[in-house]
T-cell receptor, first 111, second 110 residues
Framework: DAGITQSPRHKVTETGTPVTLRCHQT?????MYWYRQDPGHGLRLIHY???????DKGEVSDGYSVSRSKTEDFLLTLESATSSQTSVYFC??????????FGSGTRLTVV | QKEVEQNSGPLSVPEGAIASLNCTYS??????FFWYRQYSGKSPELIMS????GDKEDGRFTAQLNKASQYVSLLIRDSQPSDSATYLC??????????FGTGTSLTVIP
């Protein structure tokens, strides 16, 4: 989507390895979010940020950490990947009119 | 406890028919609602926002919000095969409380 990019788009990693997903926005929005989407569970909030170095946990934050050192970048780290973290990860920004704009997603497979 | 409930479907309608998608929510304080469309393998896309009780129309789409019943719906008139997707509803959220419905899968049959 315009203004928000995620990298990588796909990743396969081994259990126990660290993984970092990147979200980059060009819109200078204050709020950024990381969600995971799994069949039967829908979108669930992992962490969100309300400014540089200001972050908070969401519904499913265990096993994940985040960092935001610049307005435009929000990083999601899996310290030690597990198979239960196989999922599609979406970054989102909240937009002035309300609601979110989502990135294209990262499909992560932990083997 | 689920904050937002949607019928998961799948919902199938013939081309040209009206598709009706429904959502109930538990937070009486929700003042607005958003509908997203998600094509298979793609990210959700915001398609409708409704900020007050009643109806809001945008082209073939009509969103309806009934705060007293804690019910929100999305009607798609003259359904097209390109409308086949999963539709998600969500209140605006606050703090770390951001909830989406699990989505309703819609298939429009040509």
């Amino acid at each position: 989507d315009a203004g928000i990019t995620q990298s990588p788009r796909h990743k396969v990693t081994e259990t126990g390895t660290p993984v970092t997903l990147r979200c980059h926005q060009t819109e200078n929005h204050r709020y950024m979010y990381w969600y995971r989407q799994d069949p039967g569970h829908g979108l669930r909030l992992i962490h969100y940020s309300y400014g540089v170095k200001d972050t908070d946990k969401g519904e499913v934050s265990d096993g994940y950490s985040v960092s935001r050192s610049k307005t435009e970048d929000f990083l999601l780290t899996l310290e030690s990947a597990t198979s239960s973290q196989t999922s599609v990860y979406f970054c989102a920004i909240s937009v002035p009119r309300g609601g979110y704009t989502f990135g294209s997603g990262t499909r992560l497979t932990v083997v | 406890q689920k904050e937002v409930e949607q019928n998961s479907g799948p919902l199938s309608v013939p081309e040209g028919a009206i598709a009706s998608l429904n959502c109930t929510y538990s937070d009486r304080g929700s003042q607005s609602f958003f509908w997203y469309r998600q094509y298979s393998g793609k990210s959700p896309e915001l398609i409708m926002s409704i900020y007050s009780n009643g109806d809001k129309e945008d082209g073939r789409f009509t969103a309806q919000l009934n705060k007293a019943s804690q019910y929100v719906s999305l009607l798609i008139r003259d359904s097209q095969p390109s409308d086949s997707a999963t539709y998600l509803c969500a209140p605006p959220g606050s703090g770390n409380q951001f909830y989406f419905g699990t989505g309703t899968s819609l298939t429009v049959i040509p």
